[in-house]
């Protein structure tokens, strides 16, 4: 598992991986403190790689980022991608599933407020433009379809909303409006997966569909079908967390029981519970949770005390079992 920390108390991002098995943490990239501290950092879906965004700001005051790439022997290149509009501050960076191109996400300064804008920027410096929102994306709540082509991500305004971004006709479509109190102040995460079939699969507040407020509402299931915003409610399961289907079509989601303990539900494709389990424990408050059933993991991130937030990464695997012969890299 990757990670992204901020380290107090200069606020220097970096980039650490986690090894289970062996209960280790190894730094990624050099060891050294850079010279200019990264305002965000994100790691490839090797494991080795790390993309990171730095704030050259000169004496004048005048914003100067670069978006720079770091490798297993520590050194760091700058990527060459155009020239950023004055006064434009990189903010976000996130790896395509391809590991050959990064999502950036950047703030533009406009007469009475600010745009946000989204580039495509393969490695090797070529870059496309996206998309301009009014609102700001929530860092680190990218969730990638299998072949790339599609990412679902939140925006946060007056209410914090699911939408997702084809990226072959770079369109921009709103799904739903979400609960703000359900998600952990920071270290959010999209409560989605996309389907192998290419339909997204997300939970939402029961009464998003037209019907007003989601204040009182709990998560249900719904699932959207590629290139349109017209959701299905899947099933009459509630509430539901983190969904997630695994390859024999099987759903997974998450609830809680008394005293806040964590409850696994499988379910069928059209939302019956196949079965129950408690995971033994307990998580109180607002949380995001992602799977990475490739490894049999749950990576759980929940606030604490302060501004802060706790990781928690729970493994069901079997010692003995074979391991899998797909990678996956967890924000």
Known sequence: MALGIQVPPTGERQPWAYDPKAARTDRLGRADAPGALPNAVAVAPDGVHAAAILHLDGLDGAAADQLSVEGPGGARAAVQFGPLDRGERLLDVNWAPTGQAVLLLSKRPVAGGARFHLRFVATSGEARDLVD???????????????????????????????????????????????????????????????????????????????????????????????????HRVGDLAPVFAPAERDDGVLLTLARAENDVLVLRPVDPSGHVLAEQRLGVSVSGAYSARWDLAHDQLLIVRASAGNGIEVMLMRFAAEDRPPASATSTAP
């Open 133 to 231: 929102l009014p609102a700001q994306p929530v860092a680190g709540s990218w969730i990638w379809s299998r072949d790339g082509h599609a990412v679902a991500f939140l925006v946060h305004s007056q209410t914090t909303a699911l939408v997702t971004l084809d990226l072959t006709s770079d369109e921009l479509r709103y799904l739903d409006d979400l609960r703000g109190d359900a998600l952990p102040s920071s270290g959010a995460m999209a409560p989605a997966t996309w389907q192998p079939s290419g339909w997204l699969l997300y939970a939402a507040p029961a009464s998003n569909n037209g019907t007003g407020s989601t204040s009182n509402s709990s998560p249900v299931l719904f699932s959207v079908a590629p290139g349109r915003t017209d959701a």
